[in-house]
């Protein structure tokens, strides 16, 4: 069983377009995380949650939104997309109140044409 | 501010030889540590991490780490290099306190060569 899954992998759309990712994992953690690698792989936190509740928001344009609906699931929505969207977008999950390690989905790359 | 300095954008290093790959944090408390593989097209697996006690930690294939805190610095090692340990390596710190996420540096890539 896979730990934290996202789908899709891969997703291509043009500008303008609202798409979403979705995330789930299965290990039990309470804290959830949204991060964006962009094309020179660094890796930015985006938004965490923990127990549904939002606890990071980083200064991320507000046509980001996303949405726990219970704490095995975090999902990232995007309208209006641009071309700077364009990453591989990482859904992680961390035990407790996201002390220590995180365990990493295997990405959702995002073009945007 | 926090963050993680990564010298060596890319590092490559013959097969069976040692390799080092190098990293330095800035961090108000006492840190956790840990470091990051990224194979092509997969997403990050732990390799191993620092919390406390022993400042010299294994990890997984083959990899360790020390912790030198009069250095700021938390570098990984391996004796032996094989050619399917080239993939890229992430440096991170924290979190260590409620509300705080990973901080990652900006990665080193590891080439093999035979």
């Known amino acids: 069983d896979t730990a934290v899954s996202q789908t899709p992998k891969y997703l291509v759309t043009q500008m303008g377009n609202d798409k979403s990712i979705k995330c789930e994992q299965n290990l039990g953690h309470d804290t959830m995380y949204w991060y964006k690698q962009d094309s020179k792989k660094f890796l930015k936190i985006m938004f965490s949650?923990?127990?549904?509740?939002?606890?990071i928001n980083e200064t991320v344009p507000n046509r980001f939104s996303p949405k726990s609906p219970d704490k095995a699931h975090l999902n990232l929505h995007i309208n209006s997309l641009e071309l700077g969207d364009s990453a591989v977008y990482f859904c992680a999950s961390s035990q407790g109140a996201g002390f220590g390690e995180a365990f990493f989905g295997q990405g959702t790359r995002l073009t945007v044409v | 501010a926090q963050s993680v300095t990564q010298p060596d954008i890319h590092i490559t290093v013959s097969e069976g030889a040692s390799l080092e790959l190098r990293c330095n944090y800035s961090y108000g408390a006492t840190p956790y540590l840990f470091w990051y593989v990224q194979s092509p097209g997969q997403g990050l697996q732990l390799l191993l991490k620092y919390f406390s006690g022993d400042t010299l930690v294994q990890g997984i294939k083959g990899f360790e780490a020390e912790f030198k805190r009069s250095q700021s610095s938390f570098n990984l090692r391996k004796p032996s290099v094989h050619w399917s340990d080239a993939a890229e390596y992430f440096c991170a710190v924290g979190p260590n306190q409620a509300g705080t996420a990973l901080i990652f540096g900006k990665g080193t890539t590891l080439s093999v060569s035979s």
């Open positions: 949650y923990n127990n549904k509740e939002l606890i």
